[in-house]
């Protein structure tokens, strides 16, 4: 399916690995321009290598930052539209839980988890549409704005407190934001991953000591009985960035395999 993806500017954060990383190169393979950002410079670099090697170096930025920071995004963007045009579409890929199960939740805890799963995601939707916004109106057709949420934003699932609310507060901040700026015709949309299991990803370290168990409680939870893939949620990415999406915003599209009820 032709998705109009080619020369885009399609800006992601947390791109050297995981979901970023799956999107960043699904990206690439439909002929878009990407930008990656990232914390860690050796893994960027070599996602940024590989990236080069597929669609060229003049269509790849990558840019070290800490992407809960808005001086950090501000310098992200800047290089981006710099070096390669225009962002037609950012994907806010932030987020990672550090506090405990439970209601004993620490206040630095509590704290570290809103910034880095809210406060980040947050910053890099509003200064990406205050950046389509001051384009023309035929500028900025199709441009739009991703949120990489969780299921455990959208049912109860165990999960810690602080990870459960933000992701909760994404979904609805995306909801929000795209009530206010449909008018000026970009779209705001999140994609709630259900349980992804990649390389070196949180599923990949918790499932190592109990296999067989915890692919029983995967069997019991989710309806298709298996974990997901990376692939599964770039594809979705893909979807809503292009015109082939043109109608859908405001909306969180759950990738799960059938685990939320």
């Not at 979901?19 to 070599?46: H, K, N, Q, W, Y």
């Not at 799963?117 to 549409?129: H, V, W, Y």
């Not at 029983?216 to 015109?243: C, H, P, Q, T, Y």
């Amino acid at each position: 399916m032709e998705l109009g993806l080619k020369d885009k500017v399609v800006f992601i954060a947390g791109a050297s690995r995981g979901i970023g990383r799956a999107m960043a190169e699904a990206f690439a393979r439909e002929g878009a321009r990407v930008a990656i950002t990232g914390r860690t410079e050796d893994s960027l670099e070599e996602a940024r290598a590989a990236l080069s090697a597929n669609i060229g170096k003049d269509s790849v930025a990558a840019i070290t930052g800490d992407m809960t920071q808005s001086s950090d995004i501000a310098r992200a963007l800047d290089r981006t539209e710099a070096k390669l045009g225009p962002i037609h579409c950012a994907i806010a890929n932030v987020g990672i839980g550090r506090a405990p199960l439970g209601i004993e939740v620490g206040d630095d805890d509590w704290n570290a988890d809103i910034a880095q799963n809210l406060t980040g995601s947050m910053f890099l939707a509003r200064d990406a549409i205050k950046r389509m916004l001051k384009r023309p109106a035929d500028a900025r057709d199709g441009a739009n704005v991703i949120m990489i949420s969780s299921i455990a934003g959208v049912d109860a699932m165990g999960t810690a407190i602080p990870y459960a609310a933000t992701k909760a507060a994404i979904n609805h901040a995306a909801t929000a934001m795209a009530k206010l700026v449909g008018k000026d015709g970009i779209r705001v949309n999140a994609i709630a991953p259900g349980n992804i299991l990649f390389p070196g990803g949180s599923w990949e370290k918790i499932t190592a000591s109990r296999p067989d168990a915890w692919q029983r409680w995967i069997d019991r939870e989710v309806a298709l009985k298996r974990f997901g893939k990376v692939e599964e949620i770039a594809d979705a990415a893909l979807w809503l960035a292009s015109d082939r999406a043109s109608f859908v915003t405001g909306a969180t599209i759950v990738v799960d395999g059938g685990q939320v009820r």
